[in-house]
């Protein structure tokens, strides 16, 4: 069954310890993605990967970091440097093409204590 | 980079009547229009998209449009049904600030409600 794999769903964490979302795709696809989703702020993308070993920084990368070692992952850390960290966290994968349909994951919830 | 405004951000309707969803961008360079539903705890699927060189897609009780010249386009649901009930996303791609050349950016969201 394909799709994007988000883990975990919930997770609670401490200021100013850092924590890593993974994502996992199945689909082949060359581009990955990381958007926040903020209640009426729509969705704001963190980070982008177009192809293995590469990534670009999106509208709000400051204290945030990632990596793309393999095609079917691209894992987020959100470090201490983050100042509102608190927020959902969407992966989303597609073909490299820039009008191709974005799939996303279901989604992980970060809440700092 | 690519600014995309939406609104309104609630918009609630009878039953059986039609909603309109509006959106402006501010790339002239973008190209590609996808609109995005996300019901109550769950991810954003797509419902329809449009590129620049169509001015209307219709699906069923879904259409989009789009205007070039002023750049803005809008989503149309007809007979909206009680499971139409959702937060919708409109998209642009487009060239990031960044300097990517690969992107969507999205307004933020309206808060569809189907009164029954």
């Known amino acids: 069954d394909g799709g994007i794999t988000q883990s975990p769903k919930y997770l609670f964490r401490k200021e100013g310890q850092n924590v890593t979302l993974s994502c996992e795709q199945n689909?082949?696809?060359?581009?990955m993605y990381w958007y926040r989703q903020d209640p009426g702020q729509g969705l704001r993308l963190i980070y982008y990967s177009q192809i293995v070993n590469d990534f670009q920084k999106g509208d709000i990368a400051e204290g945030y970091s990632v990596s793309r070692e393999k095609k079917e992952s691209f894992p987020l850390t959100v470090t201490s440097a983050q100042k509102n960290p608190t927020a959902f966290y969407l992966c989303a994968s597609r073909w490299g093409s820039n009008t191709g349909e974005l799939f996303f994951g279901e989604g992980s919830r970060l809440t700092v204590l | 980079g690519e600014n995309v405004e939406q609104h309104p951000s609630t918009l609630s309707v009878q039953e059986g009547d039609s909603a309109v969803i509006k959106c402006t961008y501010s790339d002239s360079a973008s190209n590609y229009f996808p609109w995005y539903k996300q019901e109550l705890g769950k991810r954003p699927q797509l419902i329809i998209d449009?590129?620049?060189?169509?001015g209307e897609k219709k699906d069923q009780r879904i259409a989009v449009t789009l205007n070039k010249t002023a750049k803005h386009f809008s989503l149309h649901i007809t007979e909206t049904q009680p499971e139409d009930s959702a937060v919708y996303f409109c998209a642009a791609s487009g060239v990031y600030s960044g300097g990517g050349a690969d992107g969507l950016t999205f307004g933020k969201g309206t808060h569809l409600i189907i009164q029954p």
């Open positions: 689909l082949n696809h060359d581009a």
């Open positions: 449009i590129r620049s060189n169509v």
